[in-house]
Nanobody, 122 residues
Framework: QVQLVESGGRLVQAGGSLSLSCVASGRTFDIYDMGWFRQAPGKEREFVAITSRSGVNTDYADSVKGRFTISRDNAKNTVYLQMNSLKAEDTAVYYC???????????????WGQGTQVTVSS
């Protein structure tokens, strides 16, 4: 019903910046909330950021507040994650997710992308 493809992941130095993109296709007209999650080696997937359909309502994990910014362009069916002041602990596979229902809890996203690797070196 909905396909998500992330891009932009690469190797960056600590303190640097990186922008990730996620393009949605399929039933994009039914998408409401979208979010970013990440999973480091040997760890469980964790919440990073969520945005409402309008992009006005956002929420972030405490570990990324003030450093990461989530945004979306519905005309392009794309959600972005701008990452600044990157730290080694930000190293992970980053996943894009979408929900067909507004007010989505972080554990309720239905559709997921394949992930893109972000590696922060020090």
């Amino acid at each position: 019903q909905v396909q998500l493809v992330e891009s932009g992941g690469r190797l960056v130095q600590a303190g640097g910046s990186l922008s990730l993109s996620c393009v949605a296709s399929g039933r994009t007209f039914d998408i409401y909330d979208m979010g970013w999650f990440r999973q480091a080696p040997g760890k469980e997937r964790e919440f990073v950021a969520i945005t409402s359909r309008s992009g006005v309502n956002t929420d972030y994990a405490d570990s990324v507040k003030g450093r990461f910014t989530i945004s979306r362009d519905n005309a392009k069916n794309t959600v972005y994650l701008q990452m600044n002041s990157l730290k080694a602990e930000d190293t992970a596979v980053y996943y894009c997710a979408a929900s067909m229902v507004p007010g989505t809890h972080q554990d309720e996203f239905r559709f997921w992308g394949q992930g893109t690797q972000v590696t922060v070196s020090s």
